[in-house]
């Protein structure tokens, strides 16, 4: 049985090999870099087509992940080791961290880098960097989400949660006990007055806050 090509849906020329059955099309398709590069934008699975070589070529793979960051996880073994690629990768989509090699993923210069540049890359981090400080600290400034990634440890500590919120971390996601902490209350709605709807109920009706 002949496989079909199912991920993308759009009726337009460029898409007509999706419709059709694969062992039919001329394999110089698979190495047609200006096809894949379009086909990227829509799916990031359209590269698992595409011919090895491509998926070998740092240059190429360097303007996929500039596309779709998730065409990290289609690209050959070796560049999921390649800084450069990962860190473009990260700027394009936060998440496509998860596709990078395993020795990235703990080395800590290159988290606290990706962090900086996507907070929320700090989901898909060791999750021994979830308890670190500064990387925690610079993924919260970069994305105040990002705290929903920290360890439960740091999320209990006061001092770090006061200093968090200071950067803009949103109170939904600290333990609760800080939700009626007045002084990380104060400083949470400081930074953004809508933060009150995750703080304690009592808080709502003070007119300090």
Partial sequence: MSKKIKYLVAPNPLDRYLTKEINGFDES??????????????????LKDADDSL???????????????????????????????????????????????????????????????????????????????????????????????????LKKDRKFILKAVKHGAALMWVNKSFKKDKEIVLEAVKQEGLELAYADKSFRKDKKI
């Fill in 29 to 46: 398709f698979k190495k047609d870099k200006e096809f894949f590069l379009k086909a990227v934008k829509k799916n990031y699975l359209a």
């Fill in 55 to 153: 998926k070998k070529d740092k240059k190429f793979i360097l303007e996929a992940v500039k596309l779709n960051g998730f065409a990290l996880g289609t690209a050959d073994d070796s560049l999921k080791k390649d800084k450069e690629i990962v860190l473009e990768a990260v700027k394009q989509n936060a998440y496509a961290l998860q596709y990078a090699d395993k020795s990235l993923k703990k080395d800590r210069k290159f988290i606290l880098k990706a962090v900086r540049q996507s907070g929320a890359a700090l989901a898909c981090a060791d999750k021994s960097f979830k308890k670190d400080r500064k990387i925690v600290t610079a993924a919260v400034k970069e994305n105040p989400d990002a705290l929903m990634y920290a360890h439960k440890s």
